[in-house]
């Protein structure tokens, strides 16, 4: 008869212990702890395990031919620039994103543009219900296969008879093996499953996606070891009440980690946003105060998109700032340096902040356009719109250089921008035929007398 074994588990790292420990020794987080009743088998069949026992070999670093990683483009853009490039062979990549956000559309959508043989396991929902969101998205293919399965062991049998291309997991928290006695989602089960998935990704070279769900501070849910154990981590991401969504690459062994892919959300499924300036800035005929665009760049992708500031006189005692998608203790500098350096006489104010299209950025590049919307909301009088800012204000009211400042320039030009605002430590910016000026300045102060002085 088999025992019941009780092991602790650290929430953070996963590691393992016979007893509850209010601090983890290897990670040293406090309070991360939690029971889990665990009972292995030992005689658990490892069917992606080594090759039967037979020694592996060490081989000389010069010897290892270089290029051997495969990559194939997959047929979404925006997806391959996340990934670093397109999809590389026998890795596998985790999901995660909050409820709803659209990670199963994402990657049925995939499975349905893919001309490989894709094989989608749903632990979540039944065929029919895949179906029907395959008939919304409305792409025929017939090399997609779905399985309905939540046992590891079943899918692992499936594989051995039947090797898809593609394999495409959602969700890791709702497969579980019988060699653990634990639920699924707990972080042994999810320790171990990612473990199986991971060698039979490594030993068959077929790349692997799994969706995560993520907990309520926003982190995948279960072991941080999970991250550690795949080779990409992406987090789709957007506001509920718009329809644009943010697939961001938060770790790639594979490219930078620094993309961002961009979506819409339609009634039949994902669409790719290639050009996202045009989206996120408003058509708008008159001028309106407050108004400024920000060229800022996220990953390596240079976006042009509008801040928008109203600076009214507080009501209550307590002026409120409040800011929507820009950091409000970026905020609270910006005007404490405006109030400083300017004598803008801010604090009596109440400020609010809001980036178009629910986008949430951090490029410090943002703060001179967002200090040129509070500066017209406060002044009432509206900035010309064909002027584009770029640079990030310093506690002293310095404006100073940003990074990619070509790229940044290039695409308010490409979008027909006249005139862009910018640091003067900017160094070494080639434009001589440029069609768009520069006003290149050092100091806060410069950009109120250039903009209403
Ligand atoms: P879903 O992919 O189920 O989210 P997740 O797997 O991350 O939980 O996304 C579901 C949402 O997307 C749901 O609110 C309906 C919406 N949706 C569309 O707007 N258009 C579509 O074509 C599809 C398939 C879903
Ligand atoms: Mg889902």
Not at 71 to 96: C, H, K, M, Y
Not at 154 to 183: G, R
Not at 314 to 342: H, I, W
Not at 435 to 442: A, N, Q, V
Request: with cysteine; glycine share 10%; aromatic share 6%.
């Amino acid at each position: 008869m088999s025992k019941t074994i009780v092991k602790y588990f650290c929430k953070n790292c996963g590691h393992q212990a016979s007893k509850w420990l209010g601090k983890c020794p290897s990670c040293e987080a406090w309070n991360s702890f939690t029971e889990e009743v665990v009972q292995k088998s030992s005689g658990a069949a490892k069917i992606w395990s080594k090759q039967n026992g037979v020694a592996t070999q060490a081989i000389k670093i010069q010897e290892i031919i270089e290029g051997q990683e495969q990559r194939f483009s997959l047929p979404d853009n925006e997806l391959n620039r996340v990934l670093g490039g397109g999809l590389v062979a026998g890795s596998i990549t985790l999901i995660g994103g909050e409820p709803g956000i659209g990670k199963s559309t994402l990657l049925l959508q995939l499975a349905l543009q893919m001309n490989k043989k894709v094989l989608y396991i749903s632990g979540e929902e039944s065929e029919s219900q895949i179906k029907m969101r395959a008939e919304r998205i409305g792409i025929k293919n017939s090399n997609c296969y779905v399985l309905c399965e939540t046992s590891l062991s079943n899918l692992l049998k499936h594989l051995e008879k039947d090797i898809p291309e593609v394999l495409i997991v959602d969700s890791v928290q709702t497969l579980s093996t019988e060699t653990i006695d634990s639920p699924p989602g707990s972080i042994s089960q999810i320790k171990e499953c990612t473990g199986e998935l991971l060698r039979f990704a490594k030993t068959t070279n077929v790349p692997v996606f799994l969706i995560g769900h993520i907990n309520k501070d926003g982190n995948i849910a279960g072991p941080k070891v999970l991250e550690h154990m795949v080779d990409t981590v992406l987090q789709f991401e957007g506001d509920r009440h718009y329809n644009y969504r943010i697939l961001r690459t938060l770790k790639n062994r594979f490219g930078s980690a620094s993309e961002i892919g961009i979506y819409e959300m339609k009634g039949s499924g994902l669409r790719e946003i290639e050009n996202p300036s045009e989206i996120l800035i408003s058509e708008r005929e008159d001028y309106l105060s407050g108004i400024s665009i920000s060229c800022a760049v996220e990953g390596i992708r240079p976006i042009l998109l509008e801040t928008q500031a109203l600076v009214s006189t507080a009501v209550y005692g307590t002026p409120q700032r409040t800011s929507n998608g820009f950091d409000l203790r970026r905020l609270s500098m910006l005007l404490a340096v405006l109030e400083k350096r300017c004598g803008f006489q801010l604090g009596i104010k109440d400020v609010f902040i809001n980036i178009a299209g629910g986008m949430k950025l951090e490029d410090p590049g943002l703060d001179l356009g967002i200090v040129a919307s509070i500066l017209s909301s406060y002044q009432n009088i509206a900035i010309d719109k064909n002027i584009a800012f770029a640079g990030e204000i310093g506690l002293s009211g310095e404006v100073r250089a940003v990074s990619r400042i070509e790229q940044r320039i290039s695409e308010a030009e490409k979008l027909g921008f006249k005139e862009m605002m910018i640091s003067k430590y900017n160094k070494g910016i080639e434009r001589n035929n440029a069609g768009i000026k520069l006003i290149k300045i050092g100091k806060v102060e410069e950009a109120f007398e250039w903009l209403f002085g």
